[in-house]
């Protein structure tokens, strides 16, 4: 059974600082390219930081600077530091892990933990 279990969202004041952080089970952690999607009500699922297998990070323009997403395969666990937050940064923070073999592609998704940023 997959499971990718999300925590670290709270309450956090403008300008401070969270790490959220994402640990997995049932899969080969390793092999899976693993990012925080972000989802406003009402709006689409987005991207916000993504890592490679081999490390390579990709980051939304919104949040370039801001966060930095990291992993620890040992832990199975993958982290989203986040700095300097902003009002706009209120929203459901998700884990997602995708992986293609085959031709077919696996996505699995945590429940979400939800970020507010106070004014």
């Known amino acids: 059974q997959v499971q990718l279990v999300e925590s670290g969202g709270v309450l956090v004041q403008a300008g401070g600082s969270l790490r959220l952080s994402c640990v997995t089970s049932g899969i080969t952690f390793s092999a899976y390219n693993m990012g925080w999607y972000r989802q406003a009500p009402g709006n689409q699922r987005e991207l916000v930081a993504s890592?490679?297998?081999?490390?390579?990070?990709r980051y939304a323009d919104s949040v370039k600077g801001r966060f930095t997403i990291s992993r620890d395969n040992a832990k199975n666990t993958v982290h989203l530091q986040m700095t300097r937050l902003k009002p706009d940064d209120t929203v459901i923070f998700y884990c997602?892990?995708?992986?293609?073999?085959?031709?077919?592609?696996?996505?699995?998704w945590g429940q979400g933990t939800q970020v507010t940023v106070s004014s």
């Open positions: 890592i490679s297998p081999g490390g390579t990070t």
């Open positions: 997602g892990a995708v992986h293609w073999r085959s031709g077919k592609t696996y996505t699995y």
